[in-house]
């Protein structure tokens, strides 16, 4: 017997009109996927005009990229269909209405993770506007990353408040987290396989319908909402673990004089049937809207549905302690900017400072949660000046952005390398040291980019992540 979904989905017909709430890395690469889909005629992408993020309405109906770093093909995708006529951005919430499927792709950080708590309030007023404007047969997708329960939960309870329809029966809803790294969007969309978790198996089919046509190597997971929700938070609290893995293992490494790249090679060739060494790389610190509070979501979860939690008495979460080893590397940052400069007589009060990339990943203008930002409070707070260069950030994320490297470097004392952008890689130790200034200037790595003995060479004072090898090397000049 056909349920009161699955007719209200047929008499639909297939997904032809789709709405994409939230024009940022998630949204604006699925919108113009999904408008690239010859079967899909229009896609709406919905962004508030707000004077913060409005302008991305025009540049997008433009046919230009807003967000800054490097996104293969994603420029070129979205001109070719904005002039297709299939994809164009919108602040009118009421064409809602007109779509077969709408997904959100909205941001939900933790204002505060000592109390679990996350903001939801952009999520909470996107699904307002979704259950305001939605019809029946209509499918609701959460991308967003979510507390598990979520779905299940608040965003349920919002949109049948808003719709006066009921989930299940009058709409479809599911949960299909995005799964995305900033620098690899279209291809990360395409190639990952896709964990699509529907309240109720007729959701979970027709969230399939809409995914399955942007996949190009991937393939669809299925499971429940829920299921879909720990997946995706438990994905980021295992990255985050294995990243404080390394750092710990760095930090390991730097106190018994060994360099940590060395030892992280010789772990991983040990390849082999049942062997899995999954190691990841240290630095300067983890950053990004993902790995920062993902474990905070899966934590809160199993607060909220674990009811009984058997876990051994007293002793912390695994993953609260690799988000702590993960937030320390950027105060060793600090350590190591002054013990490099001690080694030539100069204190960190007074020091000037060059800040090398305010971005939290390399060759991205992506600054959210950058851990740049604990750096440089504490050296700031501590009496240095800091100047900040970084060729993709603009200089709207609190801090001034220099794009002039060499003014930047002109005169520091010390330089702190805290994204790896390929710049960065390419920087000659004779003319870094030449506008420096300073007989002995400190390079603090965070990021294994500069060559150790060529800035050893030059006269430079080396300090980097992991580096024990090299960290306590003798002074030349």
């Known amino acids: 017997m056909t349920s009161p979904l699955q007719s209200r989905i047929d008499a639909r017909g297939p997904i032809r009109r789709v709405g994409v709430i939230g024009m940022g890395y998630v949204g604006i690469p699925a919108a113009v996927l999904f408008a690239d889909v010859s079967s899909i005629e229009q896609v709406y992408g919905f962004q508030r005009n707000s004077p913060s993020s409005g302008y991305k309405i025009d540049m997008l109906n433009r046919g230009e990229l807003p967000l800054k770093g490097e996104e293969p093909g994603l420029e070129d995708l979205i001109k070719k269909t904005v002039d297709a006529g299939t994809f164009r951005c919108t602040a009118d919430f009421s064409l809602v209405a007109e779509c077969d499927a709408v997904t959100l792709a909205i941001q939900t950080p933790f204002a505060n993770p000592k109390d679990l708590i996350p903001d939801f309030t952009p999520l909470v007023e996107g699904l307002r506007q979704t259950g ?16 598990p329960g979520t779905t299940t939960g608040m965003a349920k309870e919002i949109l049948e408040a808003e719709s006066g329809l009921a989930a299940g029966i009058d709409f479809a809803l599911a949960h299909a987290p995005e799964r995305v790294m900033v620098g690899r969007l279209l291809r990360n969309i395409r190639e990952h396989d896709r964990i699509v978790g529907g309240i109720d198996p007729v959701s979970t089919e027709r969230a399939i319908e809409l995914y399955r046509p942007v996949l190009t190597l991937g393939k669809i997971i299925p499971m429940t909402a829920t299921a879909a929700e720990v997946t995706k938070t438990a994905e980021n609290a295992f990255r985050d673990l294995q990243i404080a893995a390394a750092n710990q293992l760095a930090l390991h490494c730097e106190a018994m004089g060994v360099n940590v790249y060395d030892v992280r090679a010789g772990v991983d060739s040990l390849k082999g049937e049942g062997i899995t060494r999954a190691i990841l790389w240290p630095g300067a610190g983890v950053g990004g809207h993902c790995l920062t509070k993902d474990t905070w979501h899966l934590e ?14 007293g002793q912390e979460s695994i993953f609260g302690v690799a988000r702590s080893i993960n937030d320390f590397m950027p105060r060793h940052m600090a350590t190591l900017t002054r013990q490099g400069l001690e080694r030539v007589d100069k204190p960190l009060a007074g020091a000037k400072v060059a800040l090398l990339g305010w971005a939290f990943i390399k060759n991205s ?15 700031t707070e501590a009496g240095a000046t800091v100047t900040v260069h970084d060729p993709f950030v603009e200089d709207d994320v609190g801090v001034p952005i220099e794009t002039d490297l060499n003014a930047v470097l002109a005169g520091a004392d010390a330089i702190a390398i805290f994204a790896g952008h390929d710049l960065y890689g390419r920087l000659d130790p004779a003319r870094v040291k030449h506008l420096t200034g300073q007989e002995h200037p400190v390079l603090v790595d965070g990021r294994n980019v500069a060559d150790p003995d060529a800035f050893i060479g030059a006269g430079f004072v080396y300090k980097g992540i992991g580096r024990g090898d090299k960290n306590n090397h003798p002074v030349k000049g």
């Open 132 to 147: 305001r404007y939605l019809t029946p047969g209509t499918l609701v997708v959460l991308e967003s990353t979510i507390t």
């Open 300 to 313: 809160r979860g199993a607060q909220m549905l674990g009811g009984d939690l058997d876990y051994p008495h």
């Open 365 to 379: 203008g992506d600054a959210r949660n950058t851990p740049a930002e604990p750096f440089y409070d504490l050296v």
